[in-house]
T-cell receptor
């Protein structure tokens, strides 16, 4: 069965410092991986995805993520955090072709960026 | 509209009541998903529509949950005889393409927060 793990409930970082939000996955077949962000009382917003190709994926708002097949990881990164990046971040996985495209989400990681 | 619209934004129901939650996806989007998000948790898949066809309802927790999308656009999630454990945020999401091509991102609505008392 497909699954996603986000081992940190919360990540704290000072504004201007680099940030990393961790994600590991377990799928059968090729993984399609996604990151979404959720602000309070809002739906999820798409940040970036990995389907195939370059292991470093660039997305919205300066975020990027690195796909590592040997470590089955897809960590979200940003070189310089902003206070406005504070939100709830979800990693998600979709298995390969033949299914309905539903995403399996992790439990979420709260990112707190302090000024 | 510009995005996925869900109504009502908040719903309080007494245990045993029936509720209906509405989702207006982005115009022209083929795929529509319903997710349930409990407090402090990630969204959990409920059901999937491709146009008007419900292709996957494996996530519906019980036969009290029913979803439809009769004309391939607006969708309704109905919960009969609500229980306290149904309290959650119900998220609707749509995407442009159908199942087999579905690596296009999901566009989420702001959700309906259901509280069962």
């Amino acid at each position: 069965a497909q699954s996603v793990a986000q081992p940190e409930d919360q990540v704290n970082v000072a504004e201007g410092n680099p940030l990393t939000v961790k994600c590991t996955y377990s799928v059968s077949g090729n993984p399609y991986l996604f990151w979404y962000v959720q602000y309070p009382n809002r739906g999820l917003q798409f940040l970036l995805k990995y389907i195939t190709g370059d292991n470093l994926v660039k997305g919205s708002y300066g975020f990027e993520a690195e796909f590592n097949k040997s470590q089955t990881s897809f960590h979200l990164k940003k070189p310089s955090a902003l206070v406005s990046d504070s939100a709830l971040y979800f990693c998600a996985v979709r298995a390969g072709s033949g299914n309905t495209g539903k995403l399996i989400f992790g439990q979420g990681t709260t990112l707190q960026v302090k000024p | 509209g510009a995005g996925v619209s869900q109504s009502p934004r908040y719903k309080v129901a007494k245990r045993g009541q029936d509720v209906a939650l509405r989702c207006d996806p982005i115009s022209g989007h083929v795929s529509l998903f319903w997710y349930q998000q409990a407090l402090g948790q990630g969204p959990e898949f409920l059901t999937y529509f491709q146009n008007e066809a419900q292709l996957d309802k494996s996530g519906l927790p019980s036969d009290r949950f029913f979803a439809e999308r009769p004309e391939g656009s607006v969708s309704t999630l109905k919960i009969q005889r609500t229980q306290q454990e149904d309290s959650a945020v119900y998220l609707c999401a749509s995407s442009l393409t159908g199942a087999l091509q579905n690596n296009s991102p999901l566009h989420f609505g702001n959700g309906t927060r259901l509280t069962v008392t």
